[in-house]
């Protein structure tokens, strides 16, 4: 956990007042550890940094400075720290000793601006060149802490929290109305701007060079360059796929305390999981150390309903796990007493930017804090897996082989999907028209179909979304959808590497980015995610489709590669609906919500941004059972999702104005 913010005066004026103190002072919630302030010329540099989470945090200390001309500031954490240092030339005994920010540096005296391209991890850093009064600043592309940025005449301010900027007094505190309302129709396309006015941000995968004369921002990472890669051998792939994952998972353990795992009934975590215990079992650990798990579990008061063909409790799949490992420690996470939005206040307060949703909030908050109560302040995650080892290609696999004229292959594998369970011949064909000829219907087509098979997808961001239709065509968010490329009716690409390169760089990703470091300081724990390492998703972007789906098998990847590693039950495991508790939980709070949209509603700009009386006429009428589908509940989404969103956005909007 830490923080940097950096200055650069383009002109003469002088900083107003302390403010390089009072940045150190707001940025040491990100860093209460260490920090300081270094001026050199035109640039000021200030950072704050934690200690407890690595065996290296203790030898920080920033800036790294390098022949007097070089300062570089660091966020993150380095994956793969071995392979950098045989090639910066540091013997491996030496790392101990090393932090990241160092390593990084002795990167940039190697290979200079394209030291990027031999880094590993979530990580964001800023170089400044004293000699030449010049920063660069880069971002790693995988889900690194966010660097925000404000330029006006006299300076440049950059840093990795909105927090820094705002010590400046001459920097309005004002939203971004266009980010609100793209916010509230899932439109996180816009990687650019920030919830503020006159805020931008650096992407994930970008560099920025700026000097008192300008600032320029390119792209660095470009996953559609990824060579392809072929092996001769169908298991080579599987060999080299658990190699990488092996290595990653062992990056991914370096913590100061022991590790621990958030665990679900998925292949994902569940790899994860594997993996960490033949690494524990492999290292100096006591032969007693058991892999400590936490799972989450329905409250109670659930109904039971869920979505057709998905799991709302996840713990059978998670019991037959620890049945198979000994070695794993598995607490099952209830959160029954914990309102909806438990945490979100000062989440956000950390944040400077409102959640995208809170369904999952409550249980995370819940189990950082067993977690915390374990001893422990490290988790690993399987987040990635879906992007990656565990990619999904069934949905895909039939239009393309339709498109690609390839008919037995596809009547083929159309008929072993089915595993023996093969339907009458016109519910056959009809699936086969819907799976293989649809996918590669025009546009126009595709909608009309999938507005009569799915109302809600036919009514786009309304079904989800509480934004206020005049407010939505005020502030034209439908040409926004299209100038940023976002398809509220989720039309799948075409192409299998076309989505994953979605996956690896859409703008939800920003949205997490930017909440890595305020939720660590908010929390106190750290989550890495191993499947989200960048080897192993240029690995998944470059190898066959049929590694993904073949002979009727979808995720063939990981099923293949921990097929002798993981039970039947999580193998074949259903897929897991998270949160399932949601309509009771918000039950027991439905008049306090309601009690917060009537008090929105006296906000004459609320009341403009957000449909209020859809969302009451919700509260007043909240359904009795779990709705999983419109035909139950015709406003299902909204009362899932749209509500707890309004409510986000509101709060933070009060909070900026300082209304709440």
Known sequence: MASFAVILRKSNRPLTGDLTERMRSVLGV????????????????????????????????????????????????????EELADKVGLERAELTNIPDSKLVMMAWEKWGETCHDHLYGAYSFVVCDIANHTIIAKRGSEVSASIYYHEDDDRLILTTSTKAIFCDETVERKVDESRIADALVLNFENRTQSYFAGIS???????????PHGLRVERTSYLDRTPDVRFANDDD??????????????????SLKPPALMLSSGLDSASVAAVMIEHMAGSNATSDERLKAFTHVPAGYWDGSVRNGWAGDESGPVKAMAAL???????????????????????????????????????????????????????????????????????????????????????????????????????????LTRQAILPNAPDSLFGLYARHRAPDKGKGFHAFSAINPDYAEEMGVRERMAEFGWDDGYR????????????????????????????????????????????????????????????????????????????????????????ADWH???GLDIERIDSELDRLSDDPMMAKRLDLKRLRKLTKNWPEKTPVSQSEFSEH?????????????????????GKN
């Open 201 to 211: 941000i650096l992407p994930s995968g970008h560099s920025m060079r700026a000097n």
């Open 30 to 81: 990100f860093g209460p550890d260490k920090d300081g302030v270094v001026s050199r010329g035109p640039i000021q540099m200030i950072w704050t940094q934690d200690v407890g989470f690595t065996p290296q945090d203790r030898w920080e200390e920033q800036p790294v400075v390098s022949h007097d001309r070089w300062h570089l500031l660091f966020v993150g954490f380095l994956m793969h720290r």
């Open 584 to 586: 009771g939980r918000m």
């Open 637 to 657: 989404l909204i009362a899932r999702y749209a509500i707890g969103r309004a409510i986000s956005v509101a709060r933070f909007i009060n909070q900026v104005e």
């Open 325 to 431: 490992y000994p070695q794993l420690d598995v607490e099952f996470v209830g959160s029954e007493l914990l309102p909806f939005d438990h945490g979100l206040d000062l989440v956000q307060s950390y944040a400077d930017m409102p959640l995208r949703g809170l369904a999952n909030l409550y249980w995370g908050r819940e189990i950082d804090h067993k977690c915390l109560q374990s001893g422990r302040n490290v988790m690993l995650t399987g987040s990635s897996g879906n992007a990656t080892l565990s990619f999904a290609m069934k949905s895909m696999i039939f239009g393309k082989l339709f498109r690609k004229g390839q008919w037995l292959r596809l009547l083929k594998e159309h008929h072993l999907s089915y595993h023996g369970n093969v339907p009458g011949p016109f519910s056959y064909l009809k699936r």
């Open 492 to 579: 799948l690409p075409k192409d299998r590497k076309e989505m994953m390169r979605i996956m690896a760089e859409r703008g939800g990703r920003e949205e997490a980015s930017a909440l890595v470091e305020p939720y660590k300081a908010a929390a106190g724990t750290v989550t890495r995610d191993p499947l989200g390492d960048r080897k192993i998703v240029e690995f998944c972007y470059a190898i066959p489709d049929d590694q993904f789906c073949k002979d009727g098998t979808d995720r063939r990847l990981i099923k293949r590669m921990m097929a002798d590693k993981l039970p039947s039950e999580v193998l074949n495991a259903p897929r897991g609906e998270q949160s």
């Open 237 to 254: 792939y599987v060999e080299a796929a658990g190699e990488l994952l092996s290595r990653a998972v062992s990056s991914s353990m370096r």
